[in-house]
């Protein structure tokens, strides 16, 4: 468990003289929205103790069984008054545990989440912010397999800081979350910068982490059967985004994100495309 203190957590950012999220707020009477699909396909985890396992352990993990999880996912700031932002994010899934002898399917929408922004200092250069928010599930049945979320309402408050640095620019986060329905509370955090190349080009690399406060070792993943949105998960992902201006405020971004190392956590690397506005966006006089 002392390996993973100090994974930082970071949402994706476009470059920094456009910036739509991280510590940076949208501009009164503005909007930004970022659509993205994504998919990822797995046949490891991470077990209680942090070694990779086979993610189907029965029969002694000896049989062909994968987990696949495709997902739409929504994430949207709006101004609506000086320095307060409203944020928004769902998304929809389609999970498989496929197994040699049967696939178990669920798919739906997962958890929303909302919460609101509050700029707390901004320069030219340095920009520092806090958020509240709750995540609440949508009436799924948590006992479903696979699961579609953890069933949970979980309460969120998070610090941001970003910095730009004359062209590269840097943010970091940092996060406590309180889970319901007997979950472990959750430290969560981040650490990434991008930058923007030729006006267009713009390249991101991030880390992505959370540790669970105060578990045990799991009995959960010692099942034949694991259950990837009802632990108890510690993880890092490392990440890379490729995002590109198409025009009229909007970007295509390619990112692909792999957990590097966890506990109580499904292995493996997702690869997702998106659609992200630009700040142009003015919803009222």
Known sequence: MPRLIGCWLLWGLL??????????????????????????????????????????TSSGGL?????????????????????WNAILWTEWKHLEAQQPSAVFTTYGLGDVALGVKRSLYSSWTTVASVVAGVNFPTGYD??????????????????????????????????????GRDYADQLRGALGGGWTMFHRLGLRGEARGA???????????????????TQNPSYLDLAGTLSVAIGHGVAIEGEVRSTV??????????WSLALATSPVWTLWK
């Not at 949208?26 to 990822?40: D, E, H, I, K, W």
């Not at 062909?64 to 700031?77: I, L, T």
């Not at 948590?142 to 620019?169: D, K, R, S």
């Not at 190392?261 to 997702?270: C, I, S, V």
Request: net charge negative; hydrophobic share 40%; glycine share 12%.
């Open 63 to 83: 049989r062909d069984a994968e987990y696949h999880d495709m997902n739409v996912s929504a994430y949207g700031e709006i101004g609506f008054a000086r320095g």
């Open 142 to 179: 948590v006992n479903e397999y696979p699961a579609l979320g953890a069933g949970a309402t979980e309460a969120i408050f998070q610090g941001q800081l970003g910095h730009n640095w004359g062209g590269p620019w840097s943010n970091v986060e940092a996060e406590f979350r309180v889970r």
């Open 261 to 270: 190392m966890g506990e109580n956590a499904l292995a493996g690397t997702r």
């Open 211 to 229: 540790l669970a406060l105060g578990v045990a070792d799991s009995s959960a993943t010692s099942s034949a059967f694991f259950n990837p949105e």
């Open 15 to 56: 470059p920094v003289d456009r910036a739509e999220a991280g510590a940076w707020l949208q501009p009164y009477r503005t909007a930004y929205l970022r659509v993205s699909t994504g998919v990822l396909v797995s046949d490891e985890r991470f077990n209680e103790h942090g070694d990779r396992v086979p993610w189907d």
